[in-house]
């Protein structure tokens, strides 16, 4: 009997993880039919964890390195891995899920933030393997297409989201450094042998201290180094707040903590300790006794202080400190939780589309929408934004009735750019200098630091970097739409890329395509102009604003970013499908807690599993497979013309009931398919079931909605809780297992 083939689905975080315990029975179900074994494999915030750190571990309880497996099936032509979202933690939610599981029975250590031991720092090094993003470098071995299918587009076009109204006289703007980052400071280099580097802090004083041992380097690599000065960020800051405040709006900032591990939460502590300057003076010597970090935000502030003698005498000088100052937007007015409070509260690509969604607004404390200066400290994609505001204050708001689409091609594969740069970044300690060399001492580049300063390394792969420039081609042949290279000419690892870029276009018959490489506010105006024309424009862009670009112009289109389709083609010749992006996760599964509603749409699952399949298809020439996924295709844009995706109330279809619809129509498409009679054998039946017993199968699911849930845990919920809460219906389970 011949191998099954294998589609390997991830078990995340938060509201995904609730939704797989919904949907995967109906994938294994119906992939079943057609030889397709779907196999879990769990890579969220608590497996991960747990994976690294067995020595802690009962026998019973050691689970595999999953990611790692993952890791190594991505390098392989077989891979065919379907991707949810998951937690990139930050080190609050590090320090919340090491809690769940410690009570769950595992005798995890905790995060020390500070070493004092050898063990700790030990410790602390595992927990960094977990800690922001730990997953998306490890499986993306290929580089980037991202687009909305026709199906939802046309969707989007039928049903306009709600946009914000935009005035020629907003007072939103972007804040950003005029020098001292890591766009002013940036060196770049384009290795020209096989070699291998070192980084290197040389001290005023003297002291020589390696930061990072001798690693490879391959030939065509393109290495950057920067800084960023904390005096001139803290500087900016102080501008920054004089500005919100004489122009009496609200002060906002927005960074990528969780992806940029190690910088970004330092800048925002740099903002934290900036705003609330006095407080962290007076009270010093208790925060040092406290061991309190403005890194980690005014929520872990609170917590520290929470029972100390001086608590109600801090509380009452901050809130005389925001009194006094720009007021701080807010991420939860309801519950008074401000910008400043936790810094993945604060992801910049979700957090500035929905800003230039909403108007150019954010909320205040009393829950109402006001301008802002937002604050995006780096200059490296600072301008991105400014120049999506400026077209927005010039021409108003995008029309989702008859705007264009911004495909994107990305550099992701091998930890390209900043994205890789976790374990080459460092925070100083003491002025000198830090140097980048090769075995030999060759010096490649070196940065001038003072104490506290950022210093950050990043590389790009010439094999990625080739196959990217391909795909691009690829993807304006086949679509016959400009594609742009956002590069800028002004800024030092993007000089370097240009030149690739240029060199590897030659390769290919460009002829009748129009290919162009443009500085990201000029892309930014000349995509937008064809946009308001209706007019689609590939977007080619680097690892970072491959991430913004496709939340930006999908929320702007769609409404989410959740709704794209996502391959990744892997290039060992696999495939990774990834299922639209996760920033809605967390108030999603704290809603169905709260009353039992799932807001979470799984449109991205469904075209990711469709892609998996026509993948697998086309790869190990299983006629099954591409009937599945020729079927799906159908059942997706029924499922999308009759709006089953979930409403946002108790009371009407959530999650559940969006796959029972999806289900049931994939079912009928299969059932009147003529290319397989044995499938449509099977699934006539099951069509039939599902359709005649519609209205108990609502019923059942509408009725679990309305109290709230207890799945035994946020980062490690129950297994068995979790099924239960999300298949409340048992008509539908009978019909589902049976087949």
Not at 117 to 137: F, H, M, Q, R
Not at 341 to 357: T, Y
């Amino acid at each position: 009997m011949a191998e099954k083939s294998k589609i390997v689905y991830t078990l995340t975080d938060e509201a995904p993880m609730l939704a797989t315990h919904s949907f995967l029975p109906v994938v294994q179900a119906f992939t079943k039919t057609a030889d397709i074994e779907i196999v879990p494999k769990d890579i969220s915030l608590a497996g991960r964890i747990l994976a690294n750190f067995p020595e802690y571990l009962k026998d019973d309880q050691k689970v595999e390195d999953a990611l790692a497996e993952l890791g190594q099936l991505a390098t392989t032509p077989e891979a065919n891995i379907i991707k949810l979202p998951n937690i990139s933690a930050s080190v609050p939610q590090l320090d919340e899920a090491i809690a769940e599981l410690q009570k769950h029975g595992f005798a995890l250590p905790n995060y020390p933030a500070e070493p004092k031991t050898a063990e700790e720092e030990t410790i602390k090094n595992k927990y960094a393997k977990v800690l922001g993003s730990a997953v998306n470098p490890v499986l993306r071995e290929g580089n980037s297409d991202r687009r909305a299918p026709k199906a939802v587009k046309n969707y989007a076009k039928a049903n306009p989201h709600k946009m914000g109204v935009w005035s020629a006289d907003s007072k939103t703007t972007v804040a950003n450094m005029k020098s001292g980052d890591f766009y002013g400071t940036e060196k770049s280099v384009t290795v020209e042998n096989d070699t291998q580097y070192k980084i290197e802090f040389f001290g005023n004083d003297g002291s020589v201290k390696e930061l990072k041992g001798l690693s490879p380097l391959k030939a065509g690599e393109i290495i950057d180094s920067s800084v960023m000065s904390l005096s001139a960020l803290k500087g900016f800051v102080s501008d920054a707040m004089a500005e919100a405040k004489a122009a009496n709006v609200l002060l906002s900032g927005h960074l990528k903590a969780t992806m940029m591990k190690i910088s970004d939460p330092i800048i925002f502590g740099a903002i934290v300790e900036t705003y609330f300057k006095d407080v962290f003076e007076k009270y010093k010597d208790t925060f040092k006794q406290l061991d309190i970090n403005p890194n980690f935000g005014l929520a872990t502030l609170f917590e520290k202080i929470s029972g100390n003698e001086k608590e109600a005498e801090i509380k009452a000088d901050i809130a005389k400190t925001i009194e006094n100052g720009p007021r701080i937007a807010m991420v939860n007015s309801d519950k008074g939780i401000t910008n400043f409070h936790v810094s993945s509260d604060i992801i910049v690509d979700a957090s500035m589309a929905a800003l230039i969604r909403g108007g150019g607004k954010m909320w205040n404390a009393e829950g109402k929408e006001e301008d802002t200066v937002a604050m995006i400290p780096d200059r490296c994609y600072a301008g991105f934004y400014q120049a999506a505001i400026d077209d927005m204050k010039k021409n108003g708001a995008l029309d989702p009735r008859t705007m264009g689409s911004v495909p994107n091609v990305g550099l992701m594969a091998q930890k390209a750019e900043e994205y890789g740069s976790h374990d080459k970044t460092f925070q100083l300690s003491a002025a000198g200098t830090v140097k980048v060399s090769d075995a030999a001492g060759n010096v490649y580049m070196e940065q001038p630091v003072q104490a506290g300063d950022v210093f950050r390394m990043c590389q790009a792969k010439d094999a990625p970097i080739q196959d990217w420039v391909k795909l691009a081609v690829n993807r304006a042949r086949l679509s016959d739409t400009p594609a742009v290279f956002w590069l800028d000419n002004q800024r030092a690892h993007d000089r370097e890329m240009i030149k690739k870029v240029e060199k590897y276009l030659k390769d290919y018959d460009t002829n009748g395509l129009d290919i162009r490489i443009m500085n990201i506010e000029d892309a930014m105006a000349f995509t937008l102009e064809r946009i308001r024309k209706g007019l689609d424009t590939i977007s080619v862009s680097g690892n970072v604003l491959r991430d913004y670009l496709t939340d930006l112009f999908p929320i702007l289109e769609l409404g989410t970013s959740a709704k794209m389709l996502s391959i990744v083609p892997l290039m060992n010749g696999g495939g990774l499908f990834e299922t639209g992006a996760g920033g809605s996760a967390p108030k999603h599964i704290q809603q169905f807690i709260q009353e039992g509603y799932l807001r979470w749409d799984s449109l991205g699952e469904f075209m990711a599993l469709q892609a998996s399949l026509e993948h697998l298809a086309q790869t190990q020439n299983n006629q099954k497979a591409q009937i599945l996924a020729d079927a799906l295709d159908i059942a997706n844009e029924k499922f999308l013309a009759n709006d089953k995706s979930p409403s946002r109330k108790v009371g009407s279809i959530d999650n559940r009931g969006s796959h029972f619809y999806l289900a049931m129509y994939w079912a009928e498409a299969l059932a009147s398919q003529t290319k397989n009679a044995d499938m449509a054998a099977i699934f006539a039946p099951v069509a039939k079931a599902m359709h005649d017993q519609e209205s108990k199968i609502n019923d059942e699911l509408i009725g679990a909605q309305g109290k709230p849930q207890d799945i035994g845990g946020y980062y490690q919920p129950n297994s068995e809780k979790t099924d239960a809460a999300m298949r409340p219906s048992t008509t539908l389970n009978t019909i589902i297992d049976g087949i």
